[in-house]
């Protein structure tokens, strides 16, 4: 199993950038897709960004595509997510997850098999 813990979140305005990091313990971490999720208050976890393991591909959720980038430094365990022009609809708390498996599609969070706590990110007017 594979520990997460995220870091990074804080109170911006609108049009600020945040850069939230995820560190990972286990050997497995660079073996699997690795995403990030989010939740706003009173709605569903709702799929982000997702790389793969090898870094050379990245997914992104409509809403946020051409704003947040997705890395990893899978020599450090660790995984970012860059997000600039940040919009009051980013308030959420974000989680970053990490697959464990090989099945399963990157933008289903039921896939994900390890989890880290979450981090707040508000976005002000």
């Known amino acids: 199993q594979v520990q997460l813990v995220e870091s990074g979140g804080g109170l911006v305005q609108a049009g600020d950038s945040l850069r939230l990091s995820c560190a990972a313990s286990g050997r497995t971490f660079s073996s699997y897709f690795a995403g990030w999720f989010r939740q706003a208050p009173g709605k569903e976890r709702e799929f982000v960004a997702a790389i793969s393991s090898s870094n050379s591909n990245t997914y992104y959720a409509d809403s946020v595509k051409g704003r947040f980038t997705i890395s990893r430094d899978n020599a450090k365990n660790t995984m970012y997510l860059q997000m600039n022009s940040l919009k009051p609809e980013d308030t959420a708390i974000y989680y970053c997850?990490?697959?464990?498996?090989?099945?399963?599609?990157?933008?289903?969070?039921?896939?994900?098999?390890?989890w880290g706590q979450g981090t707040q990110v508000t976005v002000s007017s």
């Open positions: 997850a990490n697959k464990g498996t090989y099945s399963g599609v990157y933008y289903d969070s039921n896939t994900y098999r390890s």
